[in-house]
């Protein structure tokens, strides 16, 4: 079982900055692989950047060179550093892992391919 818990999202005006972080616990193995994923109402999710454990990261093309993907294994969390915010970029972000993965930046990231999610945190940019 893995837990996870992002925290970190807000309103924000067209431009700014927010970071996400995204608290995890649980099987190592299960958390191999993770991602942020953000819902827009009336839309179906869509990742944004994952990351592998080897530090392989992949971006969505709406997100390259605005949003950044890290994380701290000391700390156990998961980090979305966002900046140029844009209004189509208000969603809900969901954090989420999977085992092990193979990250392309020509190969999709598959939502349903990840078997832990979090709650979610509301992220509204306006214009």
């Known amino acids: 079982q893995v837990q996870l818990v992002e925290s970190g999202g807000g309103s924000v005006q067209s431009g700014g900055s927010l970071t996400l972080s995204c608290a995890a616990s649980g099987d190592p193995y299960s958390r191999r692989c993770m991602g942020w994923f953000r819902q827009a109402p009336g839309k179906e999710r869509e990742a944004v950047a994952s990351?592998?454990?080897?530090?392989?990261?992949v971006y969505a093309d709406s997100v390259k060179g605005r949003f950044t993907i890290s994380q701290d294994n000391a700390k156990n969390t998961l980090y979305l550093q966002m900046n140029s915010l844009k209004p189509e970029d208000t969603a809900m972000y969901y954090c989420?892992?999977?085992?092990?993965?193979?990250?392309?930046?020509?190969?999709?990231?598959?939502?349903?391919?990840?078997?832990?999610w979090g709650q979610g945190t509301q992220v509204t940019v306006s214009s």
């Open positions: 989420a892992s999977r085992g092990p993965c193979y990250l392309s930046p020509t190969l999709p990231v598959i939502p349903s391919e990840y078997n832990y």
């Open positions: 990351i592998g454990s080897r530090g392989t990261t």
